[in-house]
């Protein structure tokens, strides 16, 4: 157990409205990532950070905007949710010294 | 850019059978390789990886993988597939830590395990 939670676990919510998710650890790991899953796709990167106010954009951060403002918290915001965003999304952190990526167990969010 | 690429969507397997998945990467640099997996419902989970040394490296739950750099791949293997192994495997290639670490991921490999 990474000491990872993501919060909600799952969410239903309609095109237009904002959606924020919550990815709370408990280990004070300066990295943290956002990923989608999506079937074929594999998982793809959305926003990644790399300390308290410090993050950078992914592969696919069109539509999602990130913010870090504790070690302990990474928030995604989905500002004006559509369909195309209806996704798992999964958080993971780093741990210090090594390149290995631990993940929480994942959000499914819909937008109707 | 780098990417990966699992060239089986999905496999079926016997239980007792051996099992190998395929994973080609691209990537300019010394690579960092990963295999997760995914139980339905759940998280992923490290299987192995790959850093440097020896190229034939061992995981968890009797996985193994070999770094083949003149074939540019990281293929898994398993002697003997379990019905717990069913599952969907993702490889995966890592950027240094100047570039944050970022992993790309392949499209995944959905395992099925036949009694």
């Known amino acids: 157990d990474a000491g990872i939670t993501q919060s909600p676990r799952h969410k239903v919510t309609e095109t237009g409205t904002p959606v924020t998710l919550r990815c709370h650890q408990t280990e004070n790991h300066r990295y943290m990532y956002w990923y989608r899953q999506d079937p074929g796709h594999g998982l793809r990167l959305i926003h990644y950070?790399?300390?308290?106010?410090?993050?950078d954009k992914g592969e696919v951060s069109d539509g999602y905007s990130v913010s870090r403002s504790k070690t302990e918290d990474f928030l995604l915001t989905l500002e004006s949710a559509t369909s195309s965003q209806t996704s798992v999304y999964f958080c993971?952190?780093?741990?210090?010294?090594?390149?290995?990526?631990?993940f929480g167990a994942g959000t499914r969010l819909s937008v109707l | 850019a780098q990417s990966v690429t699992q060239p089986d969507i999905h496999i079926t397997v016997s239980e007792g059978a051996s099992l190998e998945l395929r994973c080609n990467y691209s990537y300019g640099a010394t690579p960092y390789l990963f295999w997760y997996v995914q139980s339905p419902g759940q998280g992923l989970q490290l299987l192995l990886k790959y850093f440097s040394g020896d190229t034939l490296v061992q995981g968890i739950k009797g996985f193994e993988a070999e770094f083949k750099r003149s074939q540019s791949s990281f293929n898994l293997r398993k002697p003997s597939v379990h019905w717990s192994d069913a599952a969907e495997y993702f490889c995966?290639?890592?950027?240094?830590?100047?570039?944050?670490?970022?992993?790309?991921f392949g499209g995944g490999t959905r395992v099925l395990v036949k009694p």
């Open positions: 950070s790399y300390g308290v106010k410090d993050t």
């Open positions: 993971a952190i780093r741990t210090p010294d090594t390149n290995i990526q631990y």
């Open positions: 995966a290639v890592g950027e240094s830590q100047a570039a944050g670490n970022k992993l790309t």
